[in-house]
């Protein structure tokens, strides 16, 4: 299997001395970097996210506050300033009446722009499923069950996706006793006892009662497809189910409705589900070969047809298996664009055991679409001054104009945040942006040995970075710039050509 890297924008020195253009980089039109990162609390850990239809986007995660845990959404603007107009701030940190702990798994946004979570709460003695809605500005709905809120209480229970249909109605899916489960409540959120047994369809289907639904799709025809994985004598397979819209068995998929698949044999887990225009059914997500008590964890992507078969047209037999670090990668969402490509998103490890937030953009085949970064691949490390910090992608979304929104959190040593990047397929960097005559800072001195200093004509009283990358475009160095100045220590740098980034203008410099 190849492995490639690519980290920020793939620069390529030539002898000309001008800049190959790259196919994906980071969008400096958001938050002036591409990234936003933003903490709460002690801790903040990434879910998903959503992007409303004026371009704002919705974040959404777990925090913990003072030892209790929360439900965590943030609004930003298009340009990834936080909206000061959502919540407080622009921050909703939610918790359910007498419970201990708050674990947000799913987030829908409706369309008229409401935003419904999902996921379980616990109190010293109960397990809830529960559900929140949330107001266009971060207000509980208080017309949705009981001040906003709907707690079931289920001994062994959990929702870990939810979806909308195209009624309004809402489904969820996660375990119930070790079984697939499948909930669907009405509009208001009660309860839809129209569907399964109760409201819920459960499905057991391992040998032993080890089940989870961790994805969910409606197909337009108003049939739900669960996917996740079951307990095999010993191993955990990649599992689909698909219900009828009153929650039985659709007995034309799979075998009585149910396809499990064997990936590699040991642990396979589905965690998105996307539907193609021709209805087949995109499931990825992670597989993990053990090699006599040694783990490797790999992105995975499987492809069936509308009945539940593998597709052999995609991939190797319908399956593609993709080790891209050195230990661990794991896949947890994706997103198929216009084209039918496909990106699939996570993390990464790195030769330094650092993890780095990763999308592998596949071809309609399931081949690697090698337009796409470098070999397919766009793997992203968070830097501050020269730390390289544990980066989990968590959820990808495309804007409506293209542009590509992953959500992760990036791990500190004793705390994390959410980290919001957006790439941009736009070609910005060429030969006329290397020191131009009319740039807007300026470097000195260059060549320069110990210290570069930055200098910069513009004033503004936001938060503006340079970054400073090597020849191979990976970045090693980030920094604010204040009172339009800035200081670089080079003398922790080898001595060769380096790439300055700022204010979308680039100038190569000399350590001597």
Partial sequence: ??????????????????????????????????????????????????????????????????????????????????????????VVSDTFPNTTTNQLHGVVLQNDGKLITAGIADSVSKRYVVLARYETNGTPDVSFGINGKVMINMVSASILAVALQSDGKIVAAGSNAGEFAVYRFNQNGSIDNSFGSGGMALTAIGTLPYDAAKAILIQPDGKIVAGGDSYQSLYYLATLVRYNADGSLDASFGTGGITVTSVQGYYDEINHLSLQGNGKIVATGTTTYDAFGTTQNSFMALRYDANGILD?????????????????????????????????????????????????????????????????????????????????????????????????????????????????????????????????????????????????????????????????????????????????????????????????????????
Avoid: W
């Avoid at 002898?15 to 253009?21: D, I, M, R, W």
């Fill in 312 to 512: 052999a047209a995609f991939g190797n037999a319908g399956m593609l298996i993709a080790s891209i670090g050195t230990k661990d990668d794991k896949c947890f969402s994706n997103v198929i664009q216009q084209d039918g490509k496909i990106i699939l998103a996570g993390y990464t490890t790195d030769a330094s055991v650092n993890l780095n937030f990763v999308m592998l953009r596949l071809n309609t085949d399931g081949t690697y679409d090698t337009s796409f970064g470098n070999g397919a691949i766009v793997e992203t490390s968070i830097v501050f001054g020269t730390t390289n910090y544990n980066d989990h992608g968590q959820s990808v979304a495309l804007q409506a104009d293209g542009k590509i929104v992953l959500l992760g959190h990036t791990a500190f040593s004793n705390s994390s945040q959410f980290a919001l990047v957006r790439y941009t397929t736009e070609f910005v960097l060429g030969l006329s942006d290397i020191e131009r005559p009319y740039s807007s800072f300026h470097v000195y001195p260059n060549p320069c040995h110990d210290q570069l200093t930055i200098q910069t004509n513009i004033k503004s009283t936001a938060k503006e970075y340079l970054q400073l990358f090597n020849t191979n475009g990976e970045r090693i160095y980030s920094q604010q710039i204040e009172n339009q100045q800035a200081q670089i220590p080079m003398a922790q740098f080898a001595a060769g050509e380096y790439l300055i980034r700022y204010n979308n203008q680039t100038h190569k410099i000399l350590k001597k």
């Fill in 1 to 90: 299997m190849i492995k490639i890297k690519f980290t920020f924008l793939l620069f390529i020195l030539l002898q000309a001395n001008f800049l190959l253009k790259a196919g994906v980089i980071l969008d400096t039109t958001f938050n002036h970097t591409g990234e936003v990162f933003k903490p709460f609390g002690n801790s903040l850990t990434a879910v998903s996210h959503v992007i409303q239809t004026d371009g704002r986007i919705i974040a959404a995660g777990n925090g913990k506050l003072n030892g209790i845990s929360h439900n965590v959404l943030m609004r930003f603007m298009k340009n990834g300033i936080i909206d000061s107009s959502y919540g407080i701030n622009g």
